[in-house]
């Protein structure tokens, strides 16, 4: 069974294996050794009643057969309050002259710190070996039964910065055009260096409009691209309503994925369940994103549960267990997604929650 959990001290090694397998744009998690260490700090204070201003919730998948930490996926509750949290807006501007009969559009890019204080999902990352059985989907999602407990500790809206296109010798098409002139480094060091802090950055970046066309057209192309290892990722984040608001990336010109809480559809459409834990579950439908809305021993799975017509569900002992919960504890349940519980639906199978019915897609995620 695969179980998602926060991450611990004596998750230092796993995590650290983790970094050395991200490859490069994956800037929040790099090999790094005190980068990796101070990450790691961070998320072990910020699981306590008064966090930090800029918290990371830092979570691991655990394969329980193993006990091996095969995936990490993290949740900061702000961004941009000790440093500036810089992106570039792609926005539209119009030339037109009567006397010449001339009308032209182009896009700009603005240099803007328009997200401070939003929350980000960040840190997505499962190993090769375990993209299958929709592990990538219960990785991502967890964090939104996660968020859709804890609320409090988040910002209204939340967005998550994806992996922009890189070539097959991973270098960066967008950096080459436009962000080594001004650093005079290659795509890899700069993003080694933007995991230090982003300070440097106002330094050296202009901060005039950049008028796309007047870059390479390898560079303009690959504005808003995504990285192609993160195409899963960002499809599972789309299913749930994030969208592209033309927002990306500074160095990769990655996309920048968005939504209100509110709107995302496991927060909005999961429900709380009073739980009896049994040795065997008669009718049991799933799988369902289930998650204990504890804190420091949140837990969440995918399982399966039979509704009751008292509102509650039957679950078995060993997802009870899983899930650190008893008989007459709440378990927060959602779809795994909407397309899951349309197939739900042409079988005839009872759900225990309600959810809405789109047709079937598949998903796993890489990273973001």
């Given at each position: 069974m695969m179980i998602i959990r926060p991450i611990t001290a004596s998750d230092h090694d796993a995590l650290w294996h983790i970094a050395n397998k991200t490859g490069p744009g994956f800037t929040s998690l790099q090999p790094n050794a005190e980068a990796v260490k101070d990450r790691l700090k961070l998320a072990l204070t910020s699981m306590v009643d008064n966090p930090p201003e800029e918290a990371l919730y830092l979570m691991v998948m655990e394969d329980t057969n193993t006990?091996?930490?095969?995936?990490?996926?993290?949740?900061?509750?702000?961004v941009g309050l000790s440093a500036p949290w810089y992106n570039y807006k792609v926005s539209a501007h119009v030339h037109a002259s009567r006397e010449l009969d001339v009308y032209s559009e182009h896009n700009t890019l603005n240099l803007c710190c328009d997200h401070t204080g939003y929350s980000e999902l960040c840190s997505l990352y499962l190993d090769p070996e375990y993209r299958h059985s929709k592990n990538g989907q219960l990785l991502s999602k967890s964090r939104f039964l996660f968020l859709a407990?804890?609320?409090?500790?988040?910002?209204?809206?939340?967005?998550?910065?994806?992996?922009?296109?890189?070539?097959?010798?991973?270098h960066s098409p967008f950096w080459e055009g436009l962000g080594r002139h001004f650093f005079n480094v290659d795509f890899e060091k700069a993003d080694q260096q933007i995991s230090q802090g982003k300070a440097f950055i106002s330094e050296l970046m202009p901060r005039h409009p950049i008028y796309t066309k007047l870059l390479p057209k390898e560079a303009q192309a690959t504005?808003?691209?995504?990285?192609?290892?993160?195409l899963a990722a960002r499809k599972i984040l789309e299913q749930e309503g994030f969208r592209y608001t033309n927002y990306v990336d500074i160095f990769d010109a990655g996309p920048l994925l968005e939504t209100p809480v509110a709107n995302i559809r496991a927060v909005r459409d999961a429900r709380v369940f009073k739980v009896t834990a049994c040795n065997k579950l008669p009718d049991a439908t799933g799988p369902w994103l289930m998650g204990n809305d504890q804190f420091e021993d949140f837990r969440c799975i995918l399982g399966t549960a039979a509704a009751q017509d008292d509102g509650s569900v039957l679950i078995s002992k060993d997802q009870a267990e899983a899930l650190n919960v008893e008989t007459g504890d709440t378990l927060r349940?959602?779809?795994l997604s909407a397309a899951h519980s349309a197939d739900k639906e042409e079988t005839g199978a009872t759900s225990p929650v309600s959810a809405t019915h789109h047709p079937s897609t598949t998903g796993k995620a890489d990273n973001e």
């Open positions: 006990h091996q930490i095969v995936g990490v996926c993290g949740l900061k509750s702000a407990a804890h609320k409090e500790r988040f910002h209204a809206h939340i967005f998550a910065e994806l992996r922009g296109y890189l070539d097959e010798e991973s504005i808003g691209k995504t990285h192609k290892s993160t349940l959602v779809t």
